[in-house]
Every structure is written in structure tokens, then in C-alpha cells.
């Protein structure tokens, strides 16, 4: 999260997802949960809009089965959120970061 949230845009911001254990729902459910504790303003609109322009290609790929769509899914995912923000003094301060609550609501 700490990649996404604090760092600037950059080719490894592509390829952050590779090296997670994890599945893309469950990375959009993190992000969903820790984008308002990080962005606020207008860097929290386009945080979110990222967010649902992936969850578009999520439904694309799911109903039409065009796996190639996951590359726009991890591109919003990944560079779509760090790219949304705009005030740069975000970067120095510290937040916790918290597990999505969905899951647990579920279980």
C-alpha cells in the first residue's frame, strides 16, 4: 500500500502487482478501504475514480472473458491511484493502513 500511496508514478508502479500474493479483488477491496484514510479532495474523487474504472474492466472480463483486459485493470489499480494524487506533502505523513472490513463483514 505504502508503494502506491507515498511514491511517484514510475514503471515499477506497473509492475508492483507482480510480485503480490494476493488476487486483484482483494487488492481493490485494500485499496478501497485505505484510499479515504490517505487522499482527501479531489485527490479522493479521482482516487475512487481510478478505483471504478478498474472495477469496469473487472466486469468486462468477467462477462465477456477478455483476460487481456487485466493489464487496464492492474494500470488503474496500480498507477491509476498513485497518479491521483496532487498535493505532494501527503508523501511525509504516516498512516496505518487497515485490512478491508467487507471481508469480515462477510465471514
Do not use: C
Not at 474504472?53 to 462477462?63: Q, S, T, V, W, Y
Not at 491511484?81 to 504516516?94: E, I, Y
Amino acid at each position: 500500500m505504502r508503494e502506491i500511496f507515498k511514491t511517484k508514478v514510475n514503471k515499477g508502479t506497473l509492475e508492483l502487482y507482480d510480485t503480490v500474493d494476493m488476487e486483484m479483488d482483494q487488492i481493490n477491496l485494500w485499496l478501497e478501504e485505505n484510499i479515504p484514510m490517505e487522499y482527501r479532495g479531489e485527490d479522493l474523487a479521482r482516487a475512487f475514480e481510478a478505483l471504478s474504472r478498474a472495477d469496469i474492466f473487472k466486469g468486462r472480463i468477467h462477462r465477456q472473458q477478455h483476460w487481456r483486459f487485466m493489464v487496464y485493470e492492474n494500470f488503474f489499480l496500480s498507477a491509476g491511484v498513485a497518479a491521483a494524487k496532487g498535493n505532494k506533502n501527503l508523501v511525509d505523513r504516516f498512516t496505518k493502513y487497515n485490512p478491508p472490513k467487507r471481508i469480515l463483514k462477510i465471514g
